[in-house]
T-cell receptor, first 112, second 109 residues
Framework: ETGVTQSPTHLIKTRGQQVTLRCSSQ?????VSWYQQALGQGPQFIFQ???????GRGNFPPRFSGLQFPNYSSELNVNALELDDSALYLC???????????FGPGTRLTVL | EDQVTQSPEALRLQEGESSSLNCSYT??????LFWYRQDPGKGPEFLFT???AGEEKEKERLKATLTKKESFLHITAPKPEDSATYLC??????????FGTGTRLQVFP
Protein backbone atom coordinates (compact mmCIF):
# COMPACT_ATOMS: atom_id res chain seq x y z
CA GLU A 1 0.00 0.00 0.00
CA THR A 2 1.45 3.36 -1.07
CA GLY A 3 1.51 6.05 1.57
CA VAL A 4 1.04 9.79 1.13
CA THR A 5 3.47 11.31 -1.36
CA GLN A 6 4.33 14.96 -1.96
CA SER A 7 6.20 16.81 -4.66
CA PRO A 8 8.52 18.50 -4.98
CA THR A 9 10.76 17.66 -2.01
CA HIS A 10 12.42 21.05 -1.94
CA LEU A 11 11.66 24.34 -3.62
CA ILE A 12 13.31 27.75 -3.67
CA LYS A 13 11.31 30.80 -4.76
CA THR A 14 11.70 34.54 -4.55
CA ARG A 15 9.35 36.96 -2.85
CA GLY A 16 6.28 37.77 -4.93
CA GLN A 17 6.34 34.55 -6.95
CA GLN A 18 3.66 31.87 -6.96
CA VAL A 19 4.08 28.19 -6.06
CA THR A 20 2.08 24.97 -6.44
CA LEU A 21 2.67 21.99 -4.19
CA ARG A 22 1.20 18.56 -4.90
CA CYS A 23 -0.01 15.68 -2.78
CA SER A 24 -1.15 12.15 -3.59
CA SER A 25 -3.39 10.62 -0.94
CA GLN A 26 -3.01 7.16 0.48
CA UNK A 27 -5.06 4.65 -1.50
CA UNK A 28 -8.76 4.77 -0.60
CA UNK A 29 -8.52 8.04 1.35
CA UNK A 30 -11.03 10.78 0.43
CA UNK A 31 -9.89 13.54 2.79
CA VAL A 32 -6.78 15.70 2.48
CA SER A 33 -5.52 18.31 4.94
CA TRP A 34 -2.67 20.78 4.47
CA TYR A 35 -0.45 22.13 7.25
CA GLN A 36 2.41 24.62 7.47
CA GLN A 37 5.23 23.85 9.89
CA ALA A 38 7.77 26.54 10.72
CA LEU A 39 11.10 25.50 12.20
CA GLY A 40 10.75 24.40 15.81
CA GLN A 41 6.95 24.70 15.77
CA GLY A 42 4.05 22.32 15.50
CA PRO A 43 2.12 22.08 12.24
CA GLN A 44 -0.52 24.78 11.65
CA PHE A 45 -3.74 23.87 9.83
CA ILE A 46 -4.23 25.58 6.47
CA PHE A 47 -7.35 23.84 5.08
CA GLN A 48 -9.01 20.50 4.48
CA UNK A 49 -10.72 18.99 1.43
CA UNK A 50 -13.32 16.26 1.63
CA UNK A 51 -14.62 14.70 -1.60
CA UNK A 52 -13.37 17.69 -3.65
CA UNK A 53 -15.02 20.33 -1.42
CA UNK A 54 -13.28 22.58 1.13
CA UNK A 55 -14.28 21.33 4.58
CA GLY A 56 -12.57 23.82 6.85
CA ARG A 57 -9.95 26.53 6.79
CA GLY A 58 -7.40 27.79 9.28
CA ASN A 59 -6.19 31.32 9.88
CA PHE A 60 -4.37 31.79 6.56
CA PRO A 61 -4.92 34.59 4.02
CA PRO A 62 -6.77 34.01 0.71
CA ARG A 63 -3.49 33.86 -1.22
CA PHE A 64 -3.32 30.29 0.14
CA SER A 65 -5.72 28.25 -1.99
CA GLY A 66 -6.25 24.61 -2.73
CA LEU A 67 -7.88 22.03 -4.90
CA GLN A 68 -8.79 18.37 -4.63
CA PHE A 69 -9.19 16.26 -7.76
CA PRO A 70 -11.59 13.37 -8.47
CA ASN A 71 -8.81 10.87 -7.66
CA TYR A 72 -8.49 12.71 -4.28
CA SER A 73 -5.01 14.03 -4.98
CA SER A 74 -4.59 17.66 -4.01
CA GLU A 75 -2.76 20.90 -4.70
CA LEU A 76 -1.79 23.81 -2.48
CA ASN A 77 -1.23 27.11 -4.26
CA VAL A 78 0.40 30.12 -2.67
CA ASN A 79 0.41 33.47 -4.47
CA ALA A 80 2.54 36.55 -3.80
CA LEU A 81 5.05 34.65 -1.70
CA GLU A 82 6.42 36.33 1.41
CA LEU A 83 9.59 35.55 3.36
CA ASP A 84 7.49 34.19 6.24
CA ASP A 85 6.03 31.55 3.94
CA SER A 86 9.31 29.66 4.22
CA ALA A 87 8.37 26.43 5.99
CA LEU A 88 7.75 22.70 5.65
CA TYR A 89 4.37 22.13 4.00
CA LEU A 90 2.71 18.91 5.02
CA CYS A 91 -0.15 17.07 3.42
CA UNK A 92 -2.16 14.50 5.39
CA UNK A 93 -4.79 12.11 4.13
CA UNK A 94 -7.44 10.17 6.02
CA UNK A 95 -9.87 7.42 5.13
CA UNK A 96 -12.73 9.75 5.97
CA UNK A 97 -13.15 13.05 7.81
CA UNK A 98 -13.43 11.33 11.20
CA UNK A 99 -10.38 9.09 10.85
CA UNK A 100 -6.70 9.45 11.72
CA UNK A 101 -4.59 11.67 9.47
CA UNK A 102 -1.47 10.18 7.89
CA PHE A 103 1.20 12.61 6.79
CA GLY A 104 3.42 12.76 3.77
CA PRO A 105 7.13 13.61 3.91
CA GLY A 106 6.50 17.31 3.24
CA THR A 107 7.78 19.95 0.84
CA ARG A 108 10.45 22.31 2.13
CA LEU A 109 9.76 25.78 0.68
CA THR A 110 12.37 28.51 0.95
CA VAL A 111 11.42 32.06 -0.05
CA LEU A 112 14.32 34.43 -0.69
CA GLU B 1 -9.00 29.79 23.33
CA ASP B 2 -8.09 26.26 22.20
CA GLN B 3 -4.57 25.45 23.28
CA VAL B 4 -2.18 22.50 23.42
CA THR B 5 0.94 22.71 25.61
CA GLN B 6 3.68 20.10 25.65
CA SER B 7 6.38 19.67 28.26
CA PRO B 8 9.23 19.45 28.57
CA GLU B 9 10.43 21.17 25.38
CA ALA B 10 13.47 18.90 25.32
CA LEU B 11 14.40 15.73 27.16
CA ARG B 12 17.73 13.89 27.28
CA LEU B 13 17.67 10.32 28.52
CA GLN B 14 20.20 7.58 28.96
CA GLU B 15 19.34 4.38 27.15
CA GLY B 16 17.04 2.36 29.42
CA GLU B 17 16.00 5.39 31.51
CA SER B 18 12.19 5.50 31.45
CA SER B 19 10.30 8.82 31.46
CA SER B 20 7.06 10.55 30.49
CA LEU B 21 6.11 13.36 28.13
CA ASN B 22 3.16 15.59 28.96
CA CYS B 23 0.48 17.14 26.77
CA SER B 24 -2.06 19.43 28.43
CA TYR B 25 -4.98 20.86 26.49
CA THR B 26 -7.82 23.31 26.81
CA UNK B 27 -10.32 22.41 24.12
CA UNK B 28 -14.07 22.31 24.34
CA UNK B 29 -15.70 19.31 22.73
CA UNK B 30 -12.61 17.12 22.32
CA UNK B 31 -13.00 14.61 19.51
CA UNK B 32 -9.72 12.83 19.81
CA LEU B 33 -6.16 13.32 21.01
CA PHE B 34 -3.34 12.18 18.73
CA TRP B 35 0.32 11.41 19.25
CA TYR B 36 2.81 11.60 16.39
CA ARG B 37 6.54 11.02 16.09
CA GLN B 38 8.53 13.31 13.78
CA ASP B 39 12.11 12.75 12.65
CA PRO B 40 14.12 15.79 11.44
CA GLY B 41 13.01 17.02 8.01
CA LYS B 42 10.27 14.39 7.70
CA GLY B 43 6.51 14.28 8.08
CA PRO B 44 4.88 13.23 11.37
CA GLU B 45 4.33 9.49 11.82
CA PHE B 46 1.04 8.49 13.46
CA LEU B 47 1.37 6.67 16.80
CA PHE B 48 -1.90 6.72 18.78
CA THR B 49 -5.44 8.09 18.99
CA UNK B 50 -7.20 8.44 22.36
CA UNK B 51 -10.86 9.43 22.63
CA UNK B 52 -11.97 9.30 26.26
CA ALA B 53 -10.54 9.82 29.74
CA GLY B 54 -9.06 6.63 31.14
CA GLU B 55 -8.16 5.23 27.75
CA GLU B 56 -4.68 3.75 27.28
CA LYS B 57 -2.84 2.46 24.21
CA GLU B 58 0.53 0.75 23.86
CA LYS B 59 3.00 0.16 21.07
CA GLU B 60 6.37 -1.40 21.77
CA ARG B 61 8.09 0.84 24.35
CA LEU B 62 5.42 3.57 24.17
CA LYS B 63 2.23 3.88 26.19
CA ALA B 64 -0.23 6.76 25.86
CA THR B 65 -2.81 7.69 28.50
CA LEU B 66 -5.57 10.31 28.60
CA THR B 67 -7.31 12.28 31.35
CA LYS B 68 -9.84 15.12 31.02
CA LYS B 69 -7.10 17.74 30.91
CA GLU B 70 -3.92 16.03 29.74
CA SER B 71 -2.26 13.09 28.09
CA PHE B 72 1.00 11.35 28.88
CA LEU B 73 3.32 9.45 26.59
CA HIS B 74 5.31 7.02 28.71
CA ILE B 75 8.56 5.68 27.27
CA THR B 76 9.83 2.51 28.91
CA ALA B 77 13.51 1.57 28.59
CA PRO B 78 14.10 3.85 25.58
CA LYS B 79 16.66 3.11 22.89
CA PRO B 80 18.65 5.60 20.77
CA GLU B 81 16.30 4.93 17.83
CA ASP B 82 13.46 6.44 19.90
CA SER B 83 15.15 9.84 19.53
CA ALA B 84 12.73 12.16 17.70
CA THR B 85 10.27 14.99 18.31
CA TYR B 86 6.97 13.78 19.74
CA LEU B 87 3.94 15.85 18.78
CA CYS B 88 0.57 15.91 20.48
CA UNK B 89 -2.55 17.16 18.67
CA UNK B 90 -6.24 17.51 19.50
CA UNK B 91 -9.29 17.57 17.25
CA UNK B 92 -12.53 19.34 18.11
CA UNK B 93 -14.27 19.30 14.78
CA UNK B 94 -13.88 17.04 11.81
CA UNK B 95 -11.33 19.25 10.14
CA UNK B 96 -8.24 20.57 11.80
CA UNK B 97 -5.78 19.12 14.24
CA UNK B 98 -4.39 21.61 16.77
CA PHE B 99 -0.77 20.73 17.50
CA GLY B 100 1.54 21.48 20.38
CA THR B 101 5.13 22.53 19.70
CA GLY B 102 6.46 19.08 20.55
CA THR B 103 9.01 17.49 22.87
CA ARG B 104 12.47 16.81 21.41
CA LEU B 105 13.67 13.53 22.85
CA GLN B 106 17.31 12.46 22.71
CA VAL B 107 18.31 9.01 23.96
CA PHE B 108 22.01 8.39 24.47
CA PRO B 109 23.65 4.94 24.51
Amino acid sequence: ETGVTQSPTHLIKTRGQQVTLRCSSQSGHNTVSWYQQALGQGPQFIFQYYREEENGRGNFPPRFSGLQFPNYSSELNVNALELDDSALYLCASSLDINNEQFFGPGTRLTVL
Amino acid sequence: EDQVTQSPEALRLQEGESSSLNCSYTVSGLRGLFWYRQDPGKGPEFLFTLYSAGEEKEKERLKATLTKKESFLHITAPKPEDSATYLCAVRKNTDKLIFGTGTRLQVFP
